[in-house]
């Protein structure tokens, strides 16, 4: 079973930085296409940033320019670099992956919690 563990939330102050890491257990990671997702309290899941098998990479427009996703396909994981954070960015963030490029998210992580204060 695939397992997806994230690490590297924390509580920061608005400006400041952190880098998530999910970590995923199992074959075949360099074939699959992987999303960081988030979700803040009363609000839905959205999609934060993806990469895919070849490292092209998509963003929200609401981190684009502050947040880079990258993948180390040797370690099994995947990153995702938070700068210039506001509060706003506030949320549980998950990981997720799908099995290919042209599949639906199907593996999810347990989530980490990303506070940013004001």
């Known amino acids: 079973q695939v397992q997806l563990v994230e690490s590297g939330g924390g509580l920061v102050q608005a400006g400041g930085s952190l880098r998530l890491s999910c970590a995923a257990s199992?074959?075949?990671?360099?074939?699959?296409?992987m999303g960081w997702y988030r979700q803040a309290p009363g609000k839905q899941r959205e999609l934060v940033a993806s990469?895919?098998?070849?490292?092209?990479?998509n963003y929200a427009d609401s981190v684009k320019g502050r947040f880079t996703i990258s993948r180390d396909n040797a370690k099994n994981t995947v990153y995702l670099q938070m700068n210039s954070l506001k509060p706003e960015d506030t949320a549980v963030y998950y990981c997720?992956?799908?099995?290919?490029?042209?599949?639906?998210?199907?593996?999810w992580g347990q989530g980490t919690q990303v506070t940013v204060s004001s």
């Open positions: 997720a992956r799908a099995r290919t490029d042209y599949t639906i998210y199907t593996d």
């Open positions: 199992g074959n075949n990671f360099s074939i699959n296409r």
């Open positions: 990469i895919t098998s070849r490292g092209a990479t």
